[in-house]
């Protein structure tokens, strides 16, 4: 993870922080609510598409793609144009999705995205290993991804134990998000970032807080675009 800048203590309630800058690789992010980490992860995938070129690919599972959350936090309508979104419900179906990533990540792509990535594996119904066995091949897959094209993928887990290990381990970096009495902050190995409070003495960690904290970094544009369009594969889209 490259340090984009790092704040110290709370010195002025003005003052956006900076969110972490995902280098290549696999970026996990962990935080207190791994099955719902919509805010951060949506804010990080946005932020990075706002401050890099190219496109978001993006493997989808347990429904954190929200699509009016993206659009409610994306400064830019044209932000979301350059998000391809791949919807999987099952272990096999999440686990097609990412294994045709080869076929879908190219020279015009910077960023992954892979979130609850365990989930799925967990409960699948046939041979007692398989969901760690489909689970781990589907890893290898976004490693060799990230090794071909030099990008960035931003993986979440939805729980944190002895199955989740293996993406941990794979895990280039692990950005934590932890809540604090000044709200929440990003911490990585390089980067440790406060999310200030408001003027009147409270703590925005809603939709419009982070929607502030990417408006921070580029003019809202008025101009429409409509999102990518959704992938289709074998029952996911």
């Known amino acids: 993870m490259k340090q984009r800048g790092q704040t110290g203590g709370v010195t002025n309630t003005e003052q956006m922080p900076e969110l972490p800058e995902l280098a290549s690789g696999i970026q996990l992010l962990d935080t207190e609510d791994d099955e719902r980490a919509t805010g951060p992860l949506h804010s ?4 990075h598409l706002l401050m890099n070129d190219g496109n978001a690919v993006w493997v989808d599972a347990g429904g954190h793609a929200v699509s009016q959350s993206l659009a409610s936090l994306a400064p830019s309508p044209r932000t979301l144009d350059r998000v391809q979104v791949a919807r999987g419900f099952t272990a096999h179906q999440h686990y097609t999705l990412v294994r045709s990533l ?27 290993d398989e969901g760690e066995d489909l689970m781990l091949r589907a890893l290898a897959t976004i490693a060799t991804v990230t090794q071909e094209h030099d990008v960035s993928v931003l993986v979440t887990r939805s729980r944190r134990d002895s199955f989740s ?17 000044f709200g929440p902050r990003f911490v990585g190995d390089d980067f440790e970032t406060l999310v200030y409070p408001l003027e009147d003495g409270t703590v925005q960690t809603t939709i419009a807080f982070w929607r502030r904290v990417l408006e921070a970094r580029v003019t809202a544009s008025e101009t429409t675009a409509t999102p990518a369009p959704e992938v289709t594969i074998d029952g996911a889209y």
Do not use: N, W
């Open 44 to 47: 990080l995938v946005l932020d």
């Open 102 to 128: 080869p076929e879908h990540v190219d020279k015009d792509t910077s960023l992954v995205v892979c979130p609850g990535f365990d989930r799925f594996y967990r409960d699948t119904e046939t041979y007692a």
């Open 165 to 181: 290990e293996p993406l941990a381990a794979a895990a280039e970096e692990t950005i934590r998000c932890e809540q604090t009495k």
